[in-house]
């Protein structure tokens, strides 16, 4: 492989990752309660319909084609917003749940197009190391964006805590959940392995009988 091969390969990663946006950002603007993250979503959307169009000027220089990869991070990354959305809450605390998540894809195409930017200029390739520059920027500028926002919003989420006296119900966990939970206690055990340190496992749901990660 060569580096102009590893370039393609990251820019059909970004262009995948442009294009899932498109289709997903739609919703999180729906669903968020805060007119000024709603601004900032919307606004962002904009922006990444132009993204999506940078990328395919950079691919007529390339003499390639945008299409042949699907970004599987960025998938994984659109799941844990959609997740998000699915929360039972309210007002500020359901928009604070989603503030993570939104945050993780703007870094996620962050590293991506600073990556691409280091590729392009080290093959000679400036005019799309130009293009990628401009929508790196952007998502820069987006990620501060929902970060400075985000402060008010959990401000208001901590606020409307103490307003809400009544104990939340608690809901029997789904199938997916269920499944997360336990990817995630594999996960521990493994690295506790690595780690040389015994997993907590003291989560109540964790069943005793867990012999994967040995106490030393
Ligand atoms: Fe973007």
Do not use: W
């Not at 370039?7 to 919703?27: G, H, T």
């Not at 208001?156 to 029997?172: H, L, M, N, R, S």
Request: proline share 2%.
């Amino acid at each position: 492989m060569s580096l102009r091969e590893v370039l393609i390969d990251e820019l059909r990663d970004l262009y995948s990752a442009e294009n899932q946006l498109v289709k997903s950002l739609p919703k999180v603007v729906k669903a968020v309660e805060s007119t000024e993250l709603k601004q900032i979503l919307t606004q962002h959307l904009e922006q990444t319909k132009e993204h999506v169009t940078r990328l395919r000027t950079a691919f007529e220089h390339l003499g390639k084609k945008p299409t042949g990869k699907h970004c599987k991070g960025m998938e994984g990354a659109i799941d844990e917003v959609k997740e998000a959305l699915e929360e039972d809450e309210e007002g500020a605390l359901y928009d604070a749940g989603i503030i993570g998540a939104a945050a993780r894809v703007e870094h996620y195409e962050i590293a991506g197009y600073s990556v691409a930017i280091l590729i392009a200029n080290t093959l000679g390739e400036t005019e799309i190391a130009g293009l990628l520059k401009q929508t790196l920027a952007e998502e820069q500028n987006a990620g501060k964006l929902v970060m400075s926002t985000a402060k008010g919003i959990l401000k208001q989420a901590y606020a409307a805590e103490g307003d809400d006296k009544k104990v939340p119900e608690k809901k029997a966990k789904d199938a997916k959940e269920k499944k997360s939970e336990a990817d995630s206690v594999k996960d521990e055990s493994e690295a506790a392995q690595e780690i040389n340190q015994p997993a907590e496992q003291s989560v109540e749901e964790v069943p005793a009988k867990k012999s994967s990660s040995k106490k030393k």
